[in-house]
């Protein structure tokens, strides 16, 4: 299924870059959400947005800022990352209380 | 503290037999629970879900059992195929006003041929 896509699926960057991850949805969902999946612990929700406003931010470092421009598109901007960062950085998105959707994840190592 | 808990971290079945996988929570907001499936390199696929009124929901192969005296789900899969093979998140949902989903840290099923 890729009513998800999530852009770029592996990120290598130093501690003092700013990239940004980018989703974006095509099945007309209401709802976006950033996860952050380490390994052996459980996804950890990072942010969440409803129609485009930020209704979650589940205790995130600043140095990841999220920015959702319309309902179809999300992004998480990064700057100046620590090497704990270095997970798997998924995108979902959801329409009212229907189960999520998930991208394929972007692969992120901090150096 | 973890709310959702899945306390096999892997798991081997024969092909053809029944895959049980467990799923702890505890926090009784729950209302809603979830299971999904995750191949390496992909993002995980919604599975099946029961609502916290039922105690069982059936989808082909698949079943959830939900035991809410017990806070506990299970994931039943028969007969178990090789292509089942997979990690196996269980999730839940609190009834608060933004759905908002709690994961467990999931399971590898392995099934042998």
Known sequence: ETGVTQTPRHLVMGMTNKKSLKCEQHLGHNAMYWYKQSAKKPLEL????????????????SRFSPECPNSSHLFLHLHTLQPEDSALYLCASSQGAQPQHFGDGTRLSIL | DQ??????PSLSV????????????????????????????????FLISISSIKDKNEDGRFTVFLNKSAKHLSLHIVPSQPGDSAVYFCA?????????????????LKVLA
């Open chain 1, 46 to 61: 990072m942010f969440v947005y409803n129609f485009k406003e930020q209704t979650e931010n589940n205790s995130v470092p």
């Open chain 2, 3 to 8: 709310q959702v808990k899945q306390n096999s």
């Open chain 2, 14 to 45: 024969q092909e053809g037999r029944i895959s049980i996988l467990n799923c702890d929570y505890t926090n009784s907001m729950f209302d809603y629970f979830l299971w999904y499936k995750k191949y390496p390199a992909e993002g995980p696929t």
């Open chain 2, 92 to 108: 839940a949902r609190s009834t608060s006003g933004t759905y908002k989903y709690i994961f467990g840290t999931g399971t590898r």
